[in-house]
Nanobody, 126 residues
Framework: QVQLVESGGGLVQTGDSLRLSCAASGRLFSSYAMGWFRQAPGKGREFVAAINRSGGSTSYADSVKGRFTISRGTAKNAVYLRMNSLKPEDTAIYYC???????????????????WGQGTQVTVSS
């Protein structure tokens, strides 16, 4: 069983930055493919960013490319999402996801993940 706990959300202004963290339990963290998704009010859950188990490959939604960066912690069982130049349309609940996967692919589809955190709210005011 994998438990994921997100943190780092908050209320910021347009153009500000935030770093979200996702702490993962379990001894197999190095075998987890990880991803970030978000869900805005009245909308479905959408892909934001993903990273493979080694950290060598990443993928981003077009809407965040160049502004967001996903990374894996080297000493901690954690994955991070650095968000720069935030916009009001980035307002959403952000979820961390994990899948135990022994390959090196990046997983961008929500059904591909087995474990989800409870989410952290990000609100960007204009």
């Amino acid at each position: 069983q994998v438990q994921l706990v997100e943190s780092g959300g908050g209320l910021v202004q347009t153009g500000d930055s935030l770093r979200l963290s996702c702490a993962a339990s379990g001894r197999l963290f190095s075998s987890y493919a990880m991803g970030w998704f978000r869900q805005a009010p009245g909308k479905g859950r959408e892909f934001v960013a993903a990273i493979n188990r080694s950290g060598g490959s990443t993928s981003y939604a077009d809407s965040v490319k160049g502004r967001f960066t996903i990374s894996r912690g080297t000493a901690k069982n954690a994955v991070y999402l650095r968000m720069n130049s935030l916009k009001p349309e980035d307002t959403a609940i952000y979820y961390c996801a994990a899948k135990v996967f022994y390959g090196q692919v990046v997983i961008t589809a929500a059904p591909g993940y087995d474990y989800w955190g409870q989410g952290t709210q990000v609100t960007v005011s204009s």
